[in-house]
């Protein structure tokens, strides 16, 4: 986040964190937020390894100011963006912006479209750090809005000086409420003492130095979730961390909204006229959270150098609605380069958009969209040119819009779509910016004003049968006060062509079972809803379906199947699936000989296997069965994933010095064996340890290696990686020296 904490905390004190209406991630997914460094972090989502996921950052009454695209990747964290080893805002969406995040944005992940999670970014921070006079007091103060859960926060120190202490672990922290006693210290979090939106949060240690040590720590943060489940889980995670900057996390990556000046304008032509260029173009759109674009500066740059010098003449326009101007006091015996720049608050588009202007001897066309007809209700009326710039005149008595490369008196000069409410007809034609006028047109439109239905929406995805779909949708609006819907249409399609009869029901039906579909087709279906009027128009085609046939092969749902300390049982399920004279097969496919496992019962319905406890080369990766039902000579297939959630083990510190090898971490399950290896995932053991529970009011679990004299060596290992029995990897971290 750019900018002091001061100047954070008078921007967005007036910014209420709105009512979640969007999923908050369940474990073990989730989406954090570090709003101080607009850093973003994905975790879990194994259920989609190799899909690419969509992450937006969504201001209220703003929209998207900032967006990426990445592939979810296997272990515990999917991937990372504006973070080493992850991808840059805007990878994969054009919007190529590092945005501020700031409390109230909803930072969403979508896969095809369906969000999977949301996160509100929620507004509290600290805004600084002090020892008190008795030395061993250290007390940190920030600010918590209301909305904000003050049961789900916590105020974390953290530094890895502090293993060396009484403390035991790299951080202090915390929580809600009055002091309570840690190892080393005592901690309390406080509301209001300085204010109704401010907290406190004090730490008293048992000696002056492990005290000063946090005070000069830096590592200050404030924390607070959305939602925390059964097990006390964190979901809906916002990480602000105390002094750190926002903008790009690496090299290459876009600036922030201010650190770039303003999108240019697009599409920009140039034409001679007479003596003149005329420039056209698209005005810009300034990119959400940046600074609106006030208006353009539009400079003809002459060709003949005289010396070093080329002469240029220009115009700066205030207007970020304008479209085009026209340069005048050029010279008739010169070229010219054209230049187009947006400007806004923070300078002007860099580099700027160049144009060559143009002799334009064709004349524009225009398109009338729709192209008048016989309407029940208003129509909206959009004229067209296919030449940038050009201006379209029409009439409504039939007379010609233009005449002499200009529009006559009477014609009115198209701006916007027309509202159509009457029987009307307009004759239209075009001028471009070179003086070439197109052909005149006549279109009529005729208004009955009966009002017919809205379009229904089709609710979810048609619900496949043996030769059946089932589609369901909501009841639009009738048409107009005092009509009824009196039935609705249900229309087939192919991937070619409608299929078959329409299907209709009564008024008060939303749902259909559509028969008589061919078995292993794929179909799309439309509804539409009568009144007395008349139909309404077709809805959006559905999702696809296919129809079952005769024969069918249903693998059952897909499945996340928990590591755990002993091997897990697990059934697969394909009892929707043809039973009449069918025979079944299960094969696992497409895995390495480190993931596969043993099918027991593999020709019945309901096999099992075991999934395994995690040893290396083994992977995290979703396992793929594949069920085979044979009837006859006719055999159907289906396939089904069970994806393996590991821990989530992280790797916190990694010391050396000669005769002593300090190695620690998390988990997020107690009870795993954590393996140390040196010299690659699969490398060298150093190493095992048991995860042991954390102490209060921390949750999950902490290991810690420590190898002395000879075993610890007598030279740095390097870098080390470790994995969990429960699934959980992390690595590669260098081993610093003490």
């Not at 300078?347 to 002799?359: D, R, V």
């Not at 009338?368 to 201006?391: C, F, I, V």
Request: proline share 6%; net charge negative.
């Amino acid at each position: 986040m750019v900018g002091s904490v001061s100047a954070v905390l008078c921007a967005t004190s007036l910014l209420a964190i709105p009512t979640a209406n969007a999923a908050v991630p369940t474990f073990p997914n989730n989406v954090v937020v570090f709003p101080d460094r607009d850093f973003v972090t994905i975790e879990g989502y194994q259920d989609k390894i190799g899909q690419t996921a969509t992450v937006e950052v969504n201001r209220p009454g703003t929209g998207i100011v900032g967006s990426a695209k990445a592939v979810v990747a296997a272990g515990d964290v999917a991937f990372e963006i504006n973070h080493p080893g992850g991808v840059c805002w805007g990878a994969g969406t054009g919007l190529n912006v590092t945005p501020d995040i700031l409390p109230g944005d909803a930072v969403t992940i979508k896969f095809g479209g369906t969000e999977a999670g949301t996160t509100t970014v929620q507004d509290t921070y600290v805004t600084g750090t002090s020892v008190l006079a008795s030395g061993n007091t250290v007390t940190v103060k920030g600010r918590v809005a209301d909305g904000v859960n003050k049961n789900q926060m916590e105020q974390r120190i953290i530094d890895p000086a502090l293993k060396d202490t009484t403390v035991g672990r790299r951080d202090v922290r915390a929580v809600s409420g009055p002091l309570t006693a840690e190892d080393g210290y005592r901690s309390s979090l406080q509301f209001g003492a300085d204010g109704p939106e401010t907290f406190t949060a004090t730490y008293i240690f048992d000696d002056p130095a492990t005290a000063e040590i946090v005070a000069n720590a830096g590592g200050a943060r404030s924390m607070a979730w959305q939602e925390e489940d059964a097990d006390a889980n964190r979901q809906g995670l916002t990480i602000a961390e105390y002094g750190e900057l926002g903008g790009p996390g690496m090299g290459g990556c876009p600036n922030g909204p201010l650190g770039s000046g303003p999108v240019g304008p697009t599409k920009i032509s140039a034409a001679k006229v007479n003596g003149e260029i005329k420039v056209n173009w698209t005005p810009a759109v300034a990119v959400p959270g940046t600074p609106a674009v006030t208006g353009y500066r539009v400079t003809a740059v002459a060709k003949t150098a005289n010396g070093n010098e080329r002469v240029e003449s220009g115009v700066r326009i205030s207007d970020q609605k304008a479209s085009g101007t026209t340069l005048k006091g050029l010279s008739a015996n010169e070229e010219y380069d054209v230049y187009v720049v947006s400007v806004s608050g923070v300078g002007e588009t860099y580099p700027a958009t160049h144009a060559i202007p143009e002799t334009d001897t064709t004349a524009p066309s225009v398109t009338a969209s729709p192209d008048g007809g016989t309407y029940k209700t208003a129509q909206e009326l959009t004229l067209s040119a296919n030449e940038q710039g050009s201006d379209i005149y029409y009439t409504l008595d039939g007379t010609d819009p233009v005449s002499g490369g200009v529009g006559v008196k009477s014609a009115t000069l198209y701006k916007e779509p027309i509202k159509v409410t009457e029987n009307t007809k307009f004759t239209y034609a075009a001028i471009d910016p070179s003086g070439n006028a197109s052909d005149k047109k006549t279109i009529e439109f005729k208004i009955t004003n009966d009002p017919v239905p809205a379009a229904p929406v089709i609710t979810g995805a048609p619900k496949a049968g043996l030769g059946t779909a089932e589609v369901s949708w909501t009841k639009p609006d009738a048409g107009a006060a005092g009509l009824e819907i009196t039935g609705y249409t249900v229309q087939a399609y192919t991937a070619t062509a409608a299929f078959g009869e329409p299907r209709k029901v009564a008024g008060d039906v939303t749902t259909l079972v559509y028969d008589g579909l061919n078995g292993d087709t794929e179909y799309w279906f439309t509804v539409k809803a009568t009144n007395t009027n008349g139909d309404g128009p077709e809805s959006e085609k559905s999702a696809s379906v296919t129809a079952q046939g005769a024969v069918v092969a249903v693998a059952g749902p897909d499945q996340n199947v928990a590591r755990r300390t002993t091997a897990t049982p697990v059934t697969l399920d394909g009892t929707g699936s043809t039973t009449t004279g069918a025979t079944y097969k299960w094969e696992q496919i497409g895995s390495s000989n480190a993931d596969k496992v043993l099918l027991n019962g593999d020709t019945t319905l309901k096999p099992t296997f075991s999934l395994p406890v995690y040893a290396t080369p083994m992977t995290n990766n979703a396992l793929t069965f594949k069920l085979t039902v044979t009837v006859g000579s006719t055999t159907r297939t289906d396939e089904v994933t069970v994806t393996p959630v590991p821990d989530r083990v992280t790797l916190s510190q990694a010391q050396w010095k000669s005769g002593d090898l300090r190695i620690g971490g998390t988990s997020s399950v107690v009870g795993g064996i954590v393996t140390v290896r040196v010299g690659g995932p699969n490398g060298r053991v150093l190493g095992q340890v048991n995860v042991t529970a954390a102490a209060a009011p921390a949750t999950g679990g902490d290991w810690s290696l420590r190898l002395r004299n000879a075993a610890a060596g007598t030279t740095n290992p390097g870098t080390v990686w470790v994995e969990s029995t429960l699934g959980g990897t992390a690595g590669p971290m260098a081993v610093a020296n003490k």
